[in-house]
């Protein structure tokens, strides 16, 4: 039942993803090309995304665990340091080059386009890379 | 290449990604975050972490399938990145994402509608050298 619910969740981010436009790297560069063919679509996923869970989230947490779990897990930690800010910093950078970025390449996956997959396995290499660089003890990543 | 104005599909279809991050939440007591569910299927600790992790991510791949069956059309996707510029990027965005801790989903979604500071640092961190590195790419260089 977990799975099955686990399933099911995928398929509606994944139809979300789809629908809103972020599946296409043509208009997720255009999001960032505020100096050339800038299209603000971008904004308006981010919007409808946030209400929801927004307020979804704080209903949820109304409950005392999750459906199929015990407890929530959330990551606590407020540490800004130069490992969340370069990280992200190169994760935009690659996210310019590409058009792509994991959420949404994940279920562009499933319209067989070789271009995806060639980009989740290299997004794959950058995870081998990272364990490689630095190593870090077990922590919860987002 | 110009693309089309979609205020509406985008804010329907980011209400369904926030819906899909609310589900997760409520049926597991997870965040949403693409990376952190990709990574943590492929270096998964026991088996549970690793199952549904995959039925996360076959849900999500099943998706422009179920587009194509209501629609007759699969999503657009028009890639102008070269190989080489794919692979590249794709390194880049695993290394980072993973390093940061979170992308657009983790940090994005869910860390700001968590309040998350960290995630309130990152965002706008991506967001700018994105915007940086698109520009580079096609007004500097001419890509």
Redesign the interface.
Known sequence: M??????????????????????????V??F??????W????M???????????I??R???R?T?????Q?????T????DS?????????????????????????????G?W??A??????????F???W??PTP????? | METAFTPLMSFGGGMLIGLGAVMLMLGLGRIFGATGILSGAVFAENRDEMTWRLALILGMILAPGLIFAVTGAMPALTVHASPAMIVIGGVIVGLGASLGSGCTSGHGVCGLSRLSVRSLVAVPTFMATAAITVFLIRHVFGG
């Open positions: 977990k799975y099955l619910f686990a399933l099911l969740t995928g398929l509606v981010f994944g139809t979300g993803i789809a629908i809103s436009g972020m599946m296409d790297p043509a208009k560069l255009n960032f090309d505020i100096a050339g063919t299209d603000l679509s971008l308006f996923v981010m919007g409808g995304a946030l209400v929801v869970t927004f979804g989230y209903l949820v947490w409950r665990q999750p459906l199929f779990e407890r929530f897990q959330v990551p930690s407020p540490l800004i490992r969340l800010i370069g990280g992200s910093a190169l994760f935009g950078i690659g996210w310019g080059i590409a058009g792509f970025c994991p959420g949404a390449a994940i279920p562009a996956l499933g319209t386009r271009e995806v060639l980009f989740l396995i290299s997004v794959t290499g950058g995870f890379i990272r364990r660089v630095s077990k922590q919860a990543t987002t």
